[in-house]
């Protein structure tokens, strides 16, 4: 697929189911490489990363099945070999199996991961730790060979709470002798749903969830089961669709509380929300008053929807803005929102959207996952025809994308 094409200005009803969370799933995956027996993952996303990391998984030798969002994986066979440089970029996700394969073998060979081009993305917080917890790591070029005799349980502050090297720094330690404690580790509910999963497997972590973790390393991890959460972020993708275009458009299959930042931010903006147990429903106001955002780690607003929000923020009626402090480049989608009629200034780590102003229908770029999302929205509500060309970036993390929409009404297309 290369082009998605949307006729804009239809009004969506009905109902959104949300999948598993990608970024929960992308960790999963290569944890399972932890486990000496067959592990069970289920409710996971049929999106492109996971096929990138089913590659890396069967080039390691696992065997893998994925059969309606039930993955079955067996590392037992598995054997430490290099993964090649154009699977592991792929995807971001990749460097889990740094972690992972350091736990199983206390050596790995690894290339520098892919991802969106959203900034510099460094990966200096997991090598901290990886030599704390007695690793050594040689970097040649863009390739890292990490090697340990034996890995120890240390105490590892993050001089930022990342996400990556939280998990990363969970697999490693799982199995490393003593206790790790991560201090200043992130908080996403992606990383608890991690932890649960290898606790599930045996392992011995707590605080998950908590800025501080503590990790007693076990000998063995064996088979279990495990579902993923559902996707946060593809949730608050629909619901910013609802409030853009919605009338009581029903989002399902979701955890309200880890959407408490965007809801309230919704809220302030004048739309409607009610919510029900695992259900929100979400209306079109009659109007959306101005707005700041500024992202943050959980529990603050996520950078994931920052781009999304973006395109709701030109139908606000005043002036909106942005402060983006965890991604240095993650504006790039506005010059898009600019080319559709959009009223927009911004520079370094800020934005100021003035609306409202009527988008009309334009070809444009996905310029990554979640600028790909945000031209989707655009193309929502632009009056005639959008054509969003790059779209493997939105295919890497939104399950279905184009059936979810056109079963609540909209008029998309793949070509
Ligand atoms: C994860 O990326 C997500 N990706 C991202 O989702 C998300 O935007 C990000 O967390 C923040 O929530 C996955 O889970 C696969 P970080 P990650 O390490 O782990 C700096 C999406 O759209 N940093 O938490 O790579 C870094 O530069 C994607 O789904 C260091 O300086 O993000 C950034 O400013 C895109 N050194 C900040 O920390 C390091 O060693 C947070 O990054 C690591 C990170």
Redesign the pocket.
């Known amino acids: 697929m290369e082009k998605i094409i949307i006729n804009g200005q239809k009004t969506l009803t009905g109902t959104i189911e949300i999948s598993g969370a990608?970024?929960s799933a992308?960790a999963l995956i290569p944890a399972s490489i932890l486990s000496d027996e067959e592990v069970i993952i289920s409710n996971v996303p049929n999106i492109t990363d996971r096929e990138a990391l089913n590659e890396i998984l069967e080039y390691l030798g696992a065997e893998v099945s994925f059969d309606k969002g039930e993955m079955k994986i067996n590392t037992k066979k598995i054997s430490n070999k290099e993964i090649p440089e154009e699977i592991s970029k792929k995807l971001?996700?990749s460097y889990y199996f740094m972690g992972a394969l350091l736990s199983k073998f206390k050596k790995v060979k690894m290339f520098f991961p892919g991802?969106?081009n959203?900034?510099?993305?460094?990966?200096?917080?997991?090598l901290k730790g990886f030599e704390l917890l007695g690793a050594k790591v040689i970097q040649e070029k863009n390739l890292y060979i990490i090697e340990a005799d034996e890995l120890k349980g240390a105490n590892i502050y993050l001089d930022?709470p990342?996400?990556?090297?939280t998990v990363n720094l969970m697999l490693a330690a799982s199995k490393a002798q003593g206790t790790t404690i991560i201090e200043n580790a992130?908080k996403?509910p992606?990383i608890v749903n991690v932890a649960i999963f290898l606790n599930n497997m045996g392992a011995k972590i707590v605080g998950a969830g908590t800025s501080e973790i503590k990790i007693t390393g076990v000998e063995k991890l064996g088979k279990c089961y495990h579902e993923v959460i559902p996707d946060r972020?593809e949730a608050g993708t629909y619901l910013i669709a609802g409030a853009l275009c919605g009338k009581e458009l029903v989002i399902k299959n979701v955890i309200p509380e880890h959407l408490d930042a965007l809801i309230s931010k919704l809220k302030e903006t004048g739309t409607k929300i009610s919510i029900e147990n695992t259900q929100i429903t979400i209306s079109k106001p009659e109007k959306f008053l101005p707005i700041y955002i500024k992202t943050l780690?959980y529990p603050g607003f996520?950078?994931?929807l920052q781009q999304p929000l973006s395109t709701l923020l030109t139908q606000c009626e005043g002036t909106s803005m942005i402060e983006e402090t965890?991604?240095e480049k993650r504006f790039q989608n506005l010059d898009y929102l600019k080319k559709m009629g959009a009223n927009i200034e911004y520079e370094g780590n800020k934005a100021i959207i003035k609306g409202k102003t009527e988008l009309n229908g334009s070809e444009v770029e996905a310029t990554d996952?979640?600028g790909g999302a945000c031209m989707v929205l655009a193309g929502l509500i632009a009056k005639d025809k959008t054509v969003i060309n790059n779209v493997d970036h939105i295919l890497r993390?939104y399950d279905h994308i184009i059936e979810k929409l056109k079963n609540v009404g909209a008029e998309i297309k793949a070509e």
Do not use: Q, Y
Request: glycine share 14%; with cysteine; hydrophobic share 40%.
């Open positions: 990608k970024n992308v971001r996700a991802g969106c959203i900034g510099s993305r460094p990966i200096n917080l997991h930022i990342s996400v990556g090297a992130a996403e992606e972020i780690g996520p950078t994931d965890i991604w996952l979640r993390g």
